[in-house]
Nanobody, 127 residues
């Protein structure tokens, strides 16, 4: 499975961006998808997850209410809509995937749990 993330850029605080993650080698319907981010000098952070079939989603408290994950099945793409961006959202954003997980474990995913990674896309929020 290969993942390709895109959509990062420079945006002012309060603005919006939409990140895309295109999967190849597998249908996203067969994948648990997650978004992680890593700010300068900080550990990689799990922020959003979507179970297979999108039955269960998880949002970290830091992004809940501002970020939304969705799936475009015909394009085999996972989207991350980011609204009301803050300077604290500045980071490299990574999409990642694994084959299966219990829904109850969606909230506790770590980077070590993910099997496939895309290259990061940089989001910079200016204040």
């Amino acid at each position: 499975v290969q993942l390709q993330a895109s959509g990062g850029g420079l945006v002012q605080a309060g603005g919006s961006l939409r990140l895309s993650c295109v999967a190849s080698g597998s249908s996203i319907n067969d994948l648990v998808m997650g978004w992680f981010r890593q700010a300068p000098g900080k550990a990689r952070e799990y922020i959003v997850g979507s179970s297979r079939g999108a039955g269960t989603t998880y949002y970290a408290p830091s992004v809940r209410g501002r970020f939304t994950i969705s799936r475009d099945n015909p394009k085999n793409t996972v989207l991350l809509q980011m609204n009301s961006l803050e300077s604290e959202d500045t980071a490299v954003y990574y999409c990642a995937a694994r084959r299966w997980i219990l829904a109850q474990d969606m909230r506790s995913l770590t980077q070590g749990d993910m099997h496939y990674w895309g290259k990061g896309t940089l989001v910079t929020v200016s204040s």
